[in-house]
Protein backbone atom coordinates (compact mmCIF):
# COMPACT_ATOMS: atom_id res chain seq x y z
CA UNK A 1 0.00 0.00 0.00
CA UNK A 2 1.31 3.41 -0.81
CA UNK A 3 0.36 4.60 2.70
CA UNK A 4 -1.85 8.28 3.12
CA UNK A 5 -1.35 10.48 0.10
CA UNK A 6 -1.31 13.98 0.55
CA UNK A 7 -1.24 17.24 -2.00
CA UNK A 8 0.28 19.59 -2.53
CA UNK A 9 3.79 19.07 -0.24
CA UNK A 10 3.69 22.78 -0.48
CA UNK A 11 1.29 25.22 -0.89
CA UNK A 12 2.65 29.31 -1.54
CA UNK A 13 -0.18 31.50 -1.36
CA UNK A 14 -1.06 35.55 -1.03
CA UNK A 15 -3.64 36.23 2.06
CA UNK A 16 -7.05 36.66 1.22
CA UNK A 17 -6.38 33.22 -1.71
CA UNK A 18 -8.84 29.75 -1.68
CA UNK A 19 -6.28 26.70 -0.63
CA UNK A 20 -7.25 23.54 -1.28
CA UNK A 21 -5.65 20.05 0.20
CA UNK A 22 -6.15 17.25 -0.89
CA UNK A 23 -5.89 13.81 0.89
CA UNK A 24 -6.10 9.88 -0.46
CA UNK A 25 -6.35 7.20 2.78
CA UNK A 26 -5.33 4.09 3.02
CA UNK A 27 -7.47 1.50 1.18
CA UNK A 28 -9.83 -0.01 3.78
CA UNK A 29 -9.29 2.62 6.50
CA UNK A 30 -12.93 3.88 7.80
CA UNK A 31 -11.31 6.59 9.23
CA UNK A 32 -9.68 10.12 8.03
CA UNK A 33 -8.40 12.88 9.93
CA UNK A 34 -7.17 16.67 9.59
CA UNK A 35 -4.65 18.02 11.88
CA UNK A 36 -2.71 21.21 11.74
CA UNK A 37 0.77 21.39 13.45
CA UNK A 38 2.33 24.32 14.59
CA UNK A 39 5.84 25.00 16.66
CA UNK A 40 3.43 27.31 19.32
CA UNK A 41 0.23 24.61 19.13
CA UNK A 42 1.14 21.50 18.75
CA UNK A 43 -0.46 18.91 16.87
CA UNK A 44 -4.13 19.93 16.17
CA UNK A 45 -7.47 17.86 15.22
CA UNK A 46 -9.85 19.48 13.07
CA UNK A 47 -12.06 17.13 12.01
CA UNK A 48 -12.46 13.61 11.50
CA UNK A 49 -14.79 11.53 9.28
CA UNK A 50 -16.12 7.74 9.93
CA UNK A 51 -17.26 5.80 6.72
CA UNK A 52 -16.61 9.59 5.03
CA UNK A 53 -19.17 11.15 7.98
CA UNK A 54 -18.19 14.16 9.46
CA UNK A 55 -17.75 13.28 13.24
CA UNK A 56 -16.35 15.86 15.07
CA UNK A 57 -15.60 19.51 13.35
CA UNK A 58 -14.91 21.25 17.16
CA UNK A 59 -11.16 21.64 16.23
CA UNK A 60 -11.92 23.73 12.81
CA UNK A 61 -11.12 27.76 13.66
CA UNK A 62 -13.79 28.92 12.15
CA UNK A 63 -15.98 29.59 9.20
CA UNK A 64 -13.07 30.11 6.84
CA UNK A 65 -12.22 26.10 7.03
CA UNK A 66 -14.10 23.46 5.42
CA UNK A 67 -13.91 19.84 4.95
CA UNK A 68 -15.77 17.50 2.47
CA UNK A 69 -15.39 13.81 1.84
CA UNK A 70 -17.38 12.89 -0.86
CA UNK A 71 -15.77 9.05 -1.35
CA UNK A 72 -14.13 6.55 0.48
CA UNK A 73 -10.71 7.46 -0.87
CA UNK A 74 -10.54 11.53 -1.07
CA UNK A 75 -10.88 14.01 1.01
CA UNK A 76 -10.29 17.75 0.93
CA UNK A 77 -9.61 20.47 3.27
CA UNK A 78 -10.75 24.01 1.70
CA UNK A 79 -9.39 27.57 3.90
CA UNK A 80 -11.18 30.49 2.24
CA UNK A 81 -9.78 32.83 2.54
CA UNK A 82 -6.91 32.17 3.85
CA UNK A 83 -4.77 34.36 6.28
CA UNK A 84 -1.22 34.81 7.62
CA UNK A 85 -1.67 32.57 11.08
CA UNK A 86 -3.03 29.57 8.69
CA UNK A 87 0.75 28.98 7.79
CA UNK A 88 1.28 25.75 9.41
CA UNK A 89 1.82 22.19 8.04
CA UNK A 90 -1.72 20.01 7.42
CA UNK A 91 -1.39 16.11 7.91
CA UNK A 92 -4.29 14.15 7.16
CA UNK A 93 -3.89 10.64 8.72
CA UNK A 94 -6.37 7.26 8.08
CA UNK A 95 -7.03 4.67 10.27
CA UNK A 96 -8.64 1.17 10.19
CA UNK A 97 -11.92 -0.53 10.95
CA UNK A 98 -11.02 -1.69 14.52
CA UNK A 99 -12.51 1.56 16.15
CA UNK A 100 -11.70 5.26 16.28
CA UNK A 101 -8.76 4.51 18.85
CA UNK A 102 -6.84 2.45 16.69
CA UNK A 103 -3.66 3.71 15.31
CA UNK A 104 -3.22 6.17 12.70
CA UNK A 105 -1.37 6.01 10.22
CA UNK A 106 0.17 9.52 8.54
CA UNK A 107 0.47 11.39 5.15
CA UNK A 108 3.92 13.56 4.53
CA UNK A 109 1.44 16.36 5.03
CA UNK A 110 0.93 20.06 3.24
CA UNK A 111 3.38 22.84 4.05
CA UNK A 112 0.86 26.03 3.93
CA UNK A 113 2.91 29.25 4.14
CA UNK A 114 0.12 32.44 3.47
CA UNK A 115 1.61 35.46 2.41
CA UNK B 1 -10.73 17.53 28.60
CA UNK B 2 -8.80 14.57 28.37
CA UNK B 3 -5.23 16.55 28.71
CA UNK B 4 -1.76 14.44 27.69
CA UNK B 5 1.27 16.45 29.26
CA UNK B 6 4.73 15.56 28.08
CA UNK B 7 7.86 17.60 28.90
CA UNK B 8 8.86 19.99 25.82
CA UNK B 9 12.83 19.59 25.94
CA UNK B 10 14.27 19.53 24.87
CA UNK B 11 16.15 16.41 26.31
CA UNK B 12 19.85 15.96 25.85
CA UNK B 13 21.48 12.79 25.75
CA UNK B 14 24.75 11.17 24.81
CA UNK B 15 25.08 8.80 22.38
CA UNK B 16 25.12 5.29 23.75
CA UNK B 17 22.67 6.48 26.97
CA UNK B 18 19.28 5.52 28.09
CA UNK B 19 17.12 8.12 27.40
CA UNK B 20 13.59 8.08 29.29
CA UNK B 21 10.60 9.94 27.87
CA UNK B 22 7.74 10.48 30.08
CA UNK B 23 4.08 11.26 29.61
CA UNK B 24 1.25 12.10 32.18
CA UNK B 25 -2.68 11.69 31.04
CA UNK B 26 -5.66 12.87 32.68
CA UNK B 27 -8.67 10.32 31.98
CA UNK B 28 -8.65 7.65 34.21
CA UNK B 29 -10.47 5.30 31.99
CA UNK B 30 -7.64 5.76 29.14
CA UNK B 31 -7.11 2.11 27.93
CA UNK B 32 -4.74 2.53 24.84
CA UNK B 33 -1.04 4.33 24.41
CA UNK B 34 0.87 4.87 21.39
CA UNK B 35 4.41 6.49 21.15
CA UNK B 36 4.65 8.28 17.71
CA UNK B 37 8.32 9.65 16.27
CA UNK B 38 8.40 12.31 14.06
CA UNK B 39 11.74 13.73 12.45
CA UNK B 40 12.26 17.21 11.66
CA UNK B 41 10.01 18.22 8.32
CA UNK B 42 8.17 14.45 8.36
CA UNK B 43 5.08 12.89 9.91
CA UNK B 44 4.84 10.97 12.85
CA UNK B 45 5.01 7.38 12.69
CA UNK B 46 4.19 5.02 15.08
CA UNK B 47 7.18 2.97 17.29
CA UNK B 48 5.23 1.56 20.01
CA UNK B 49 1.67 1.15 21.22
CA UNK B 50 0.87 -0.31 25.14
CA UNK B 51 -2.38 -1.60 26.45
CA UNK B 52 -1.38 -2.98 30.02
CA UNK B 53 0.26 -1.95 32.84
CA UNK B 54 3.93 -3.20 33.09
CA UNK B 55 7.04 -3.04 30.04
CA UNK B 56 6.38 -3.77 27.11
CA UNK B 57 10.14 -4.50 25.01
CA UNK B 58 10.55 -3.91 20.57
CA UNK B 59 14.30 -3.82 20.41
CA UNK B 60 15.64 -0.78 21.88
CA UNK B 61 12.44 0.80 22.69
CA UNK B 62 10.48 0.13 26.57
CA UNK B 63 7.23 1.37 26.76
CA UNK B 64 6.15 1.24 30.58
CA UNK B 65 2.93 1.74 31.69
CA UNK B 66 1.88 2.74 35.03
CA UNK B 67 -2.11 3.22 35.12
CA UNK B 68 -2.44 3.55 38.81
CA UNK B 69 -0.06 7.14 38.84
CA UNK B 70 -1.50 8.01 35.09
CA UNK B 71 1.86 7.88 33.21
CA UNK B 72 3.62 6.19 30.33
CA UNK B 73 6.91 6.43 29.56
CA UNK B 74 9.22 5.28 26.74
CA UNK B 75 12.85 4.52 27.26
CA UNK B 76 15.14 4.01 24.48
CA UNK B 77 18.81 2.08 24.97
CA UNK B 78 22.08 2.36 23.77
CA UNK B 79 20.62 5.72 22.06
CA UNK B 80 21.77 6.79 18.69
CA UNK B 81 22.09 10.40 16.71
CA UNK B 82 19.50 8.81 14.26
CA UNK B 83 17.13 8.37 17.46
CA UNK B 84 17.26 12.41 17.45
CA UNK B 85 13.48 13.45 16.85
CA UNK B 86 10.14 14.81 18.33
CA UNK B 87 8.22 11.62 20.35
CA UNK B 88 4.90 12.59 20.55
CA UNK B 89 2.55 10.44 23.34
CA UNK B 90 -0.83 9.47 22.14
CA UNK B 91 -3.58 8.33 24.77
CA UNK B 92 -7.21 7.05 24.53
CA UNK B 93 -10.22 4.73 25.23
CA UNK B 94 -12.60 2.42 23.17
CA UNK B 95 -14.59 4.23 20.90
CA UNK B 96 -12.99 7.58 21.36
CA UNK B 97 -9.94 8.97 19.42
CA UNK B 98 -6.45 9.31 20.49
CA UNK B 99 -5.21 12.77 22.38
CA UNK B 100 -2.07 13.63 21.41
CA UNK B 101 1.18 15.64 23.51
CA UNK B 102 2.74 18.08 22.54
CA UNK B 103 5.75 15.88 22.10
CA UNK B 104 9.31 15.75 23.05
CA UNK B 105 12.42 17.13 21.33
CA UNK B 106 15.09 14.44 22.05
CA UNK B 107 18.76 15.14 21.08
CA UNK B 108 21.25 12.15 21.03
CA UNK B 109 25.01 13.60 20.55
CA UNK B 110 27.86 11.99 19.68
Known amino acids: DAGVIQSPRHEVTEMGQEVTLRCKPISGHDYLFWYRQTMMRGLELLIY????????DSGMPEDRFSAKMPNASFSTLKIQPSEPRDSAVYFCASSGAGGAEETQYFGPGTRLLVL | QKEVEQNSGPLSVPEGAIASLNCTYSDRGSQSFFWYRQYSGKSPELIMSIYSNGDKEDGRFTAQLNKASQYVSLLIRDSQPSDSATYLC??????????FGRGTSLIVHP
Open chain 1, 49 to 56: FNNNVPID
Open chain 2, 90 to 99: AVTRLGYIPT
